[in-house]
Nanobody
Framework: QVRLVESGGGLVQAGDSLRLSCAASGDTTCISAMAWYRQAPGNERELVAQFTTSGSTNYGYFVRGRFTISTDSAKNSLYLQMNSLKPEDTAVYYC???????????????WGQGTQVTISQ
């Protein structure tokens, strides 16, 4: 089991910045990728940014250079630096970890409880 705890959300104005953090604990040695997702009311959960243990990163099309995902492996932490925030970025942001083990046919995905990000005009 992997436990994920997010922090750093809040209410800011359009154009401001926020930095989200995610602390992972438990069986973190199985983690092959970590990611940030978000879900706005009435919308499906969507990928914001992903970081794999091989070092590759992927971003949602809407990021357009405004967000940066990073990790601190020593602290088992994941971060999301969000700049130039827009009202449409308002959502609950979730930290996610993909866990793989040789005896598993498919990987498992774990989720944090989410942190609310609200951007005002």
């Amino acid at each position: 089991q992997v436990r994920l705890v997010e922090s750093g959300g809040g209410l800011v104005q359009a154009g401001d910045s926020l930095r989200l953090s995610c602390a992972a604990s438990g069986d973190t040695t199985c983690i092959s990728a970590m990611a940030w997702y978000r879900q706005a009311p009435g919308n499906e959960r969507e990928l914001v940014a992903q970081f794999t243990t091989s070092g590759s990163t992927n971003y949602g099309y809407f990021v357009r250079g405004r967000f940066t995902i990073s990790t601190d492996s020593a602290k088992n932490s994941l971060y999301l630096q969000m700049n130039s925030l827009k009202p449409e970025d308002t959502a609950v942001y979730y930290c996610s970890a993909e866990c793989r083990k040789p005896q598993w046919l498919v990987p498992s995905r774990f989720w944090g409880q989410g942190t609310q990000v609200t951007i005002s005009q």
